[in-house]
């Protein structure tokens, strides 16, 4: 059975790449904006973490910035 943190991650990402797809954006780039949306999502959480002390727990849930760069299109 998987982890109920991953269904739950798992769900985050299935309900942005449904509004995505609503938008009309271009298949193609649907996983990679929903990936992009989480990690802005997960950079925001990360950053309240460290604003509430816990630095360790932020530092494991920061993702790699190149990963909204490339999203975006930014190098």
């Known amino acids: 059975?998987?982890?109920p943190e991953l269904e739950e991650e798992r769900g985050a990402w299935q309900r942005a790449v449904d509004l995505f797809e609503e938008?009309?954006?271009?298949?193609?780039?649907?996983p990679t904006y929903a990936d992009a949306l989480l990690a802005l999502r997960d950079t925001e959480i990360a950053a309240k973490l460290r604003a509430a002390g816990h630095e360790e727990?932020?530092?494991?849930?920061?993702?790699?910035p190149d990963l909204i760069d490339?999203?975006?299109?930014?190098?």
């Open 1 to 3: 059975m998987p982890e």
């Open 23 to 30: 938008t009309g954006l271009p298949s193609r780039l649907v």
């Open 57 to 64: 727990a932020a530092a494991f849930i920061q993702p790699d």
């Open 70 to 75: 490339a999203a975006w299109g930014e190098d």
